[in-house]
């Protein structure tokens, strides 16, 4: 096992040269005008000046060049001496739809996504893995139809359709829950941000209330992210379970007269939940591509609204960092996922 | 020298007839029967395939349903003036409708083009929008699927087959491909295609195709690795059947159903992302028929739902149909091949 | 989906029961009665995504930038609450006129007296020479994406690109224009002394506490110029010290052209040390937040009824929010007082929700007590979209927009926009009522003239284009076009592609009545209509390959040379690859109507050029669309003027 | 006809293996680096005689099926010769090899998974004939329809998939196949041992059946004694990938030489109380070792009851230790009784 995530580790580096090679691809695709904005923050209306920045920033050299020089930056032409540019010194170019360095963007966008992804495993784990269980031991019952009605139909169900309805019902009219990530007060309020993640700096902090107000302000957020997870969750778990409870083993516990319960919470469920871990990293995946649609609809100020912003004007340099970013981010929580399936299945021995 | 009937007595097991088996199985297969009988006797897939034929009765005789308006693209959504406000289902079509298809008159006993499901924002006709957009959406649905699948049988088959460095190439870059969030990907690289190539189905067409074909070639590639260790791969090698015509004839027919069955179950989920990234604003020209056209004119008038509901309604009663129509098909089919399906979504 | 309908329409009742409710007091003639909000002193603005570009006042020209500016900056004078043409002093102890010797008899010489004992945020006085310094420093750091062309034309005169390199390169052969690099290499006495003849006609002299602009013509809308964002006053000391010009001769072709991510680095484009009523709090990702400058200078009212001292709202947040149903919910749940629409378009879904009506009079009925939101209908706009014909296709590297370049049914020549016939048959083409009708809510009257309606020169007898498919058709078969073979363009017909900016539905309808009419007049001529994103736009329209392009312009000052200028010759003349011959029966005009200072003078100098510009139709032009607004109606002392940047909060109070 | 079975060796060998080696790379750790090897086949070497069938017998991982399939080239030997009718097939490789084939087949031991699914019965007993181009059009299905009728099916059935066939009827398909192209040779490996018992002794007298009419050569793969006992001539005991034994069936099951050998035979329960109970048994203690690691000297020292130091030092030399009786084991001497017993 250790064998096995050494070897994941060690050919992280590959994948993640593979992952820049192909970002750059699409950077290349765009051609060297659009590039500019990895180096300069405006657009050069004036066709001579154009010319100018691509041979100043050597933006017609050939891929290679350029591709090294996008890695780790090139000889500011403006100030002898110093680099400009360079994804591994953390300067993703400018972004020109939201004024500022894409890399200044992204420290204020990602702590409001990991936030959000994070408490969105919560209902997965509530609704999409106890109804699995329940749906699994009580199958065939009321319970187990109820759940796989519910899971083929939330798949069909539109993230977009679903999470405007969700706004305008309990937002726009019961105001029951509100959109964004915090009060307008909570703005205004003095409390040390230690970790930019608001519900952990509220705790730090002793700020109930904050705490109270960002979690109000996710709750639709987290319900229209995730719940094609819970679905997804409850069949996983459900069939997993199932098969588990066919197993000799919890059969024998039940002939030896365990109590059922403890043969469903001792014996079965531990097991059946071995495929419910692999999954969740796929369950990443998801939830992090899901925060475009999301974020953008409850104004949600993460890294998907960003995105979404930046598409749609066609700010691609940053949008490309972005990409890169969350598949940083997905690269380590699949690397995280499988030790932890390792771990828990005494089975594989994958080294 | 007896002949060679002769000399082979009819052993007791001649007894043993064959076992009962009816022309479908016999012409389906075993496995593909096995899985056609577990799709027909579901009822709920029974449903889900009823929906899918037809979605793709609508498309087919989309211009029998209504027809374009003349001298007019019949795939742009017909605008009954420029008006912002919806007009409610059975409002009269007043700036040159559409003509009127055979059954309208029979059925409605008028001869005036009412707006069915009435406009959305901008005087586009509802209800052509989805007649039209069904059109696009198995076409879109069929092409990106249709290469997607191609791709990863080739990489996957190539991968499995040539095994060493060539697998390792391909599954490390099929691992890069897989390392970023699906519409994260998808959204970039539409973004970075539509200056070059202009707006319309491509961009994301292509987007999608990029991002969504390891599933495949990964699913393919783990079969074809198990079959090859197969006794009657030995047993083709043994008769000295080529290389070539041991992929092609022994292992990717038999390693192929898994794969084909998961495609057939994404064209629903396909469809959604391709609405999704019209909804952020990227994909087709502004009124092309397609489903997420029509769900990007409601966008702005879901807030009023009392009044325009007929404007969010149709089109997701529509869209949430076609996906559940997949979904109910899919989920008998991983009913059926699980647990080998487990652990393939994407969305 | 029928018991999700049923539910929330259940849910609407039981709103609108409960706001019914709490609406059964005492009803007063206000139509704010009954609704209060839970922050009194904090307003909430919704806007469409994006927020400022840069908040330098010498760079910044845009309405998000605008917005802020105006609200943290002062200029030397203001406009008269919504009247844009006249004006108040605001940092100027008067606005200077001929009469009180602000201005020379020549009209060539123009002083402000600049006001005392006016604090920036910092708390230094604001001086004679911050005054001076914050012009000089414009004109020197312009650059063709600032508005500093608005002062160097009055300064030096009309040149090629009216911007300050002009001076060293007239022609625009040295390409110095945005180029920096370039003006470095240029000779540095050239340089020092352009910026010295730029010192020398902005002059401060702190003993009459004065600072005097010496123009190279007379210029009437001069001291307007200063009303808008670009006269926002910054302190000299401030600058240098956050990294701008500190006024040197010798340095300044340093800070030429700078682009955003430099004036945000240096500190100017992204902090603010003005003397206006609000000082910048915060500026996020995707918030701005100003709070209030309780030590406000203002004492007396600029206009009867405004308010003095520090401002009422003491916090503003401006959203930027990309979606507009998350900006409607907003204000349906009551967290935005005021939201920006997308467009027209949004108009009847914000209608749902409002129950009482202002027009630009101030004038309101309420129509419906219980709903929240007020609406001030046909207000006064400065701003028009029309649609322009390019006569010079650029067609290098090909141009997909035009087909197949020639006369065969499926493309148009590059000069197809030569032929005059052409252009009146477009002309005559385009359907104002429905345009009208559907695309402006109603609210909106057909443009006469290149200046907007009811400004100097705008003449409401001259003739103008109406919709006639008759004349379209003789039109077009007046049309000298011919096929190879010899056809008429009538018979052969045509085939071009119009572009727009994706997400603009206005462009858009504009762009499908031309396609639907011109089609209805014969099937042989398609026109079609393609969204494009904004940088291949931006692409296409600078590199002139777009045969026909819909655009808007925003009026900078309440005049009509600035838009007599800009549709011959300026932003948009130039991309319009009009032929010399044409340019050079606009010109004289042009520049006559903009010296003159006599306005029945000018009024006759414009009547030629309007004649001129209907006979030629260089663009369809179309109308002048209302504009409204949708806020709680517990907002107070709103009205518009034409020519704000969205709103001036000073003014502004919620009840 | 070919020559009945001969009790001793003659000069009529089809198949001569020769110091037959079959190793297999072991990868492990983060590189992936190669660690050492599986010695599934290690030196082996026996002739097979037109027309006999010989029987190998062993535990199951002792190498056995790998032998097999190494003397049919699906595996390609890692040394060793392989001499077909005087021809070292492991000095040929692609078409030639390919070409080849025609002489040697294999019977599969899982019918079910040995027949490919998505292929009727026909296809699959005419893709041999269709890849070496034998036959064509009307002859290649009368062909079929004869080797259908030679394995005891009805030729009607070969439209049909092998799912409609029970399992010996699959083996007989797969037995068609292997006679489709004539061969001469015919490895089975554990053809029977997947069947139902009833069915067992079917498929193992058409077989001999088959090898009577047709003058085929077996080799005959199987895990235990008892089940090549009725159809080899000769038997060969194979222990960790090396050969223990190897003579006629009369010699092994009468007068074993190897304690291996008498280990094996001591497991086969007799079916009379009386002699069942006087039956002497041979228990083998302890594990089979691996064969990536195989002991010392004589691999089965670790497991022999007799085992001495030279055992453990020094590899007993394959000899004969009487004719035509093969052995490697250092005492075999002391276990030869003498004949007329």
Redo the contacts between chains.
């Keep these: 096992m250790i064998?096995y995530i050494?070897?994941r580790l060690?050919?992280m580096p590959?994948?993640l040269f593979?992952?820049t090679?192909?970002i750059f691809l699409?950077?290349w695709?765009?051609g060297p005008?659009?590039r500019s904005a990895l180096y300069?923050?405006?657009?050069?209306?004036?066709e001579?000046?154009m010319k100018?920045i691509i041979t100043?920033y050597g933006l017609d050299d050939p891929i290679y060049v350029q591709y090294w020089s996008w890695l780790v930056g090139r000889p500011d032409p403006d100030k002898p001496g110093e680099t400009i540019g360079g994804i591994l010194r953390g300067d993703f170019g400018?972004s020109?739809?939201?004024?500022?360095?894409v890399m200044e963007?992204i420290q204020?966008?990602f702590p409001a996504t990991l936030e959000l992804t994070l408490y969105a495993f919560l209902p997965i784990i509530l609704v999409g893995v106890w109804l699995g269980v329940q749906a699994a031991v009580r199958h065939n019952q009321w319970i187990d139809q109820i759940a796989?009605l519910f899971s083929?139909?939330g798949?069909?169900?539109?993230?977009?359709?679903l999470g405007?309805?969700l706004?305008?019902?309990f937002?726009?009219?019961?105001?029951w829950f509100?959109?964004?990530r915090i009060s307008?007060w909570v703005?205004?309020a003095d409390y040390t941000k230690y970790t930019s993640l608001v519900t952990v700096d509220a705790i730090l902090n002793g700020r109930l209330d904050i705490w109270w107000d960002a979690i109000r302000h996710m709750v639709l957020p987290i319900i229209t992210l995730s719940y094609?997870s819970w679905a997804?969750f409850l069949?996983?778990t459900r069939?997993?379970m199932l098969?588990t409870l066919r197993q000799e083993y919890v059969t024998t516990a039940r002939a030896k007269g365990v109590a059922e319960n403890d043969v469903i919470n001792k014996h079965a469920r531990p097991n059946a939940l071995i495929?419910v871990v692999?999954?969740s990293g796929?369950t990443v995946?998801?939830l992090?591509?899901?925060v475009?649609?999301t974020e953008?609809?409850?104004?949600f100020?993460g890294m998907g609204?960003?995105?979404?912003?930046a598409?749609?004007?066609?700010d691609?340099v940053t949008?490309?960092a972005?990409?890169l970013v969350?598949?940083l981010i997905?690269?380590l929580a699949n690397l995280i996922v499988d030790i932890l399936y390792a771990m828990l299945d005494p089975r594989i021995r994958l080294? | 020298m007896k002949s060679a009937s002769e000399s082979m007595t009819p052993l007791s097991e001649e007894a043993i007839p064959l076992r009962e088996i009816g022309k479908l199985e016999r012409f389906l297969g075993p496995e593909f029967y096995r899985i056609f009988r577990g799709v027909f006797t579901n009822p709920?897939s029974v449903i889900g395939i009823s929906l899918i034929l037809f979605f793709i009765l609508v498309a087919v005789f989309a211009p029998f349903i209504i027809p374009p308006v003349k001298n007019a693209d019949p795939f742009m959504i017909p605008r009954d003036g420029y008006a912002a406000a919806p007009l409610p289902p059975g409002t009269k079509w007043l700036r040159r409708p559409p003509e009127l298809p055979f059954w309208y008159t029979p059925l409605t006993g008028s001869d005036e083009w009412v707006h069915i499901f009435g406009t959305s924002s901008g005087a586009w006709d509802i209800f052509y929008g989805l007649v039209w957009g069904t059109r696009t959406a198995i076409i879109v649905g069929v092409i990106i699927e249709g290469v997607t699948l191609l791709i990863g049988i080739i990489i996957g088959a190539v991968s499995a087959f040539y095994g060493g460095w060539i697998d390792e190439v391909l599954m490390?870059?099929t691992?890069?491909?897989?390392?970023?969030?699906?519409?994260?990907?998808a959204?970039?690289?539409?973004?970075?295609?539509?200056?070059?190539l202009g707006k319309g189905i491509w961009p994301p067409t292509i987007a999608i195709i990029a991002f969504g074909w390891m599933s495949y070639a990964r699913l393919i590639r783990g079969d074809i690795l198990s079959i090859r260790e197969r006794d009657y791969i030995m047993a083709a090698r043994v008769v000295g059947v080529s290389d070539l015509r041991i992929l092609f004839k022994h292992i990717v027919p038999n390693a192929i159903y898994p794969t084909l069955v998961l495609a057939s179950m994404d064209i629903?989920t396909l469809v959604?992302s391709f609405?999704?990234l019209s909804?952020?604003?990227?994909g087709t020209e502004v009124g092309y028929a397609d489903w997420g056209q029509v769900?990007s004119f409601a966008?702005n008038y879901?807030?009023v739902?009392s009044k325009y509901w007929y404007i969010?309604v149709y089109p997701?009663i529509v869209?949430?149909l076609f996906?559940?129509g997949w979904?109910?098909v899919g989920?008998a089919l991983?009913d059926i091949m699980?647990?080998k399906m487990?652990?393939n979504?994407r969305? | 989906m029928m018991r999700?309908r049923t539910?929330?329409t259940m849910?609407?009742t039981a709103?609108v029961g409960l706001l019914v409710l709490s609406a059964c007091g005492p009803q007063s003639a206000n139509f704010a009665a009954g609704f209060k909000s839970k922050?009194p002193t904090?307003f909430?603005i919704q806007e469409i995504?994006?927020?400022?570009?840069?908040l330098d006042p010498a760079l910044a020209y845009d309405s998000a930038s605008g917005e802020i500016l105006q609200n943290v900056y002062d200029t030397l004078v203001f406009f008269d609450r919504e009247k844009k043409s006249d004006l108040v002093p605001m940092l100027a102890t008067e606005v200077p006129t001929v009469k009180n010797g602000g201005i020379s008899a020549d009209g060539l010489t123009v002083t402000f007296k600049i006001r005392d004992g006016v604090k920036f945020h910092s708390g230094e006085e604001m001086t004679v020479e911050d005054v001076a310094f914050t012009f000089q420093r414009g004109l020197l750091s312009a650059g063709?994406?600032s508005p500093q062309w608005l002062f160097v034309e009055p300064l030096f005169g009309s040149t090629i690109y009216n911007d300050i390199v002009d001076q060293l390169d007239p022609d625009g052969e040295k390409?110095l224009?945005?180029?920096r690099?370039?003006l470095k290499a240029e000779d540095s006495g050239a340089l020092v002394g352009l910026c010295e003849t730029v010192k020398s006609k902005i002059v401060a002299d702190s003993a009459a506490n004065t600072v005097t602009f010496h123009l190279a013509q007379p210029w009437g809308p001069f001291v307007t110029t200063f009303a808008n964002m670009w006269g926002s006053v910054l302190p000299k000391a401030w600058v240098a010290a956050n990294g701008g010009w500190d006024g040197d001769c010798a340095t300044w072709q340093n800070y030429y052209a700078p682009?955003?991510?430099?004036l945000?680095e240096s500190g100017i484009g992204k902090k603010v040390n003005g003397t206006g009523p609000y000082k910048l709090k915060?500026w996020?990702?995707?918030e701005l937040?100003l709070e209030a400058n309780e030590n406000y200078w203002i004492t007396k009212p600029l206009w009867s009824g405004a308010p003095t001292g520090a401002p009422k709202l003491k916090?503003v947040?401006i959203?930027y929010?990309?979606?507009f149903?998350?900006r409607?919910?907003?204000m349906?749940?009551?967290?935005a007082d005021m939201i920006q629409a997308g467009s027209a378009q949004d108009w009847p879904v914000m209608d749902e929700a409002v129950g009482a009506t202002c027009d630009q009079d101030g004038v309101c009925t309420i129509d419906d007590a219980a709903k929240p939101l007020v609406r001030y209908v046909n207000q006064d706009v400065s701003n028009r979209t029309d649609a322009f014909f390019n006569f010079k296709i650029n067609t290098e590297g090909g141009n997909d927009f035009i087909g197949s370049g020639k006369i065969d049914g499926n493309g148009v020549p590059p000069d197809f926009f030569s032929d005059v016939h052409v252009r009146r048959a477009f002309a005559y083409c385009f359907d104002w009522d429905i345009y009208i009708r559907d695309v402006a809510q109603g609210e909106g009257q057909q443009a006469n003239n290149v200046m907007l309606l009811g400004e100097l020169g705008d003449d409401a007898k001259g003739m103008h284009y109406s919709y006639d498919e008759a004349k379209c058709a003789e039109e077009f078969k007046a049309s000298t076009w011919k096929s190879e073979d010899g056809k008429s363009l009538w018979d052969t017909g045509f085939r071009l592609i119009v572009g727009y900016n994706a997400?603009n539905t206005m462009r858009q309808a504009v762009a499908q009545i031309f396609r639907d009419n011109i089609s209805a007049v014969n099937p042989l001529f398609k026109v079609e209509s393609q969204s494009l994103?904004?940088?291949?736009y931006?692409?296409a329209y600078?590199g002139k390959k777009l045969p026909f392009f819909i655009i808007g312009w925003i009026e900078d000052i309440p005049d009509p040379h600035n838009w007599t200028f800009t549709y011959t010759a300026g932003a948009f003349g130039g991309k319009q690859g009009m032929p010399q011959e044409l340019k050079d029966q606009f010109r004289p005009l042009v520049e006559s109507g903009a010296k003159e200072i006599d306005p029945a003078k000018r009024t006759e100098i414009y009547k030629e050029f309007n004649k001129l510009y209907y006979e030629n139709v260089p663009a369809v032009l179309l109308a002048q669309t209302g504009g409204r607004r949708y806020m709680q109606r517990w907002v107070n002392g709103y009205y518009t003027n034409s020519l704000y940047s969205y709103n001036y909060y000073y003014v502004l109070s919620k009840s | 006809m070919p020559a009945t079975v001969e009790t001793t060796p003659s000069s009529n060998i089809l198949l001569k293996v020769e110091n037959l080696k079959m190793h297999f790379p072991v990868f492990?750790?983060?590189f992936r680096r190669r660690v050492g090897q599986i010695k599934a086949v290690d030196g082996i070497s026996f002739d097979v005689i037109r027309g006999e069938t010989l029987g190998l017998v062993g535990e199951s991982g002792c190498g056995k099926s790998t032998a097999g399939r190494t003397i049919l080239q699906l595996y390609r030997p890692t040394a060793g010769s392989i001499i077909l009718d005087g021809e070292d097939l492991s000095k040929i490789h692609g078409k030639a090899l390919r070409h080849r084939r025609r002489k040697m087949q294999m019977i599969f031991q899982d019918p079910y998974a040995s027949l490919n699914p998505r292929m009727t019965i026909g296809e699959i007993v005419s893709e041999p004939l269709e890849v070496h181009d034998t036959y064509r059009g009307k002859e290649k299905s009368e062909r079929v329809a004869y080797l259908l009728q030679v394995v005891g099916l009805n030729p009607l059935y070969a439209g049909r998939y092998p799912h409609e066939f029970s399992g010996g009827q699959r083996q007989r398909v797969g037995i068609a196949r292997a006679l489709a192209l004539d061969p001469s040779f015919i490895v089975c490996d554990e053809p029977i041992s997947a069947l139902d018992v009833s069915i067992q002794a079917q498929v193992v007298n058409l077989l001999e059946d088959i090898q009577k009419k047709m003058g085929l050569t077996y080799l005959f793969i199987a895990h235990d004694l008892s089940m090549v006992r009725h159809i080899s001539n000769r038997v060969a005991v194979m222990y960790l990938g090396k050969l223990m034994e190897l003579a006629d069936r009369a010699e092994v099951y009468i007068d074993p030489l190897h304690p291996y050998t008498q280990a094996l035979l001591s497991a086969i329960p007799i079916p009379d109380p009386v002699l069942e109970e006087q039956r002497k048994r041979v228990i083998l203690t302890g594990d089979v070792p691996s064969p990536a690691n195989p002991p010392s000297g004589c691999v089965f020292h670790t497991r022999c009851m007799y085992a001495e130091r030279v055992c453990t030092d020094k590899v007993p030399d394959w000899r004969e230790a009487h004719a035509g009786h093969w052995v490697a084991c250092h005492f075999a001497e002391r276990f030869i009784k003498t004949r007329g017993d």
């Design positions: 064998n050494i070897r060690m050919i590959i994948t593979g992952m090679i192909l699409m950077l695709i765009l005008s659009a300069v923050s405006d657009i050069p209306k004036n001579a000046v100018g100043k400018y020109r739809t939201f004024s500022r360095p963007l204020l966008r796989r083929i139909v798949y069909s169900f539109p993230v977009f359709v405007i309805l706004m305008m019902i937002y726009a009219q019961l105001r509100p959109v964004e307008d703005k205004m094609t997804a069949r996983i069939s997993s098969e495929p692999t999954y796929i995946a998801y992090l591509g899901g475009v649609i953008t609809i409850f104004n100020p609204s960003a995105a979404a912003n598409a749609g004007g066609f691609v949008v490309l972005f990409t969350t598949g997905l690269i080294g | 709920l490390r870059i691992e890069i491909f897989m390392a970023f969030p699906f519409i994260f990907a959204l970039t690289l539409s973004a970075v295609l539509t200056p070059r629903g959604i609405a999704a909804f952020l604003g990227i769900i966008r879901i807030g739902f969010i997701g869209l949430v996906v559940l979904n109910l989920d991983r699980d647990p487990r652990g979504v969305r | 999700k539910l929330a849910i609407t709103t922050d904090t909430v995504a994006g927020g400022p570009a840069t063709s994406n390409g224009i945005d180029n690099d370039g682009t955003a991510d430099e945000n915060e996020g990702d995707n937040i916090t947040i959203k929010v990309e979606e149903s998350t409607f919910a907003a349906q749940a009551g967290d997400g994103e904004w940088p291949n931006l692409e600078q | 492990r750790g983060v």
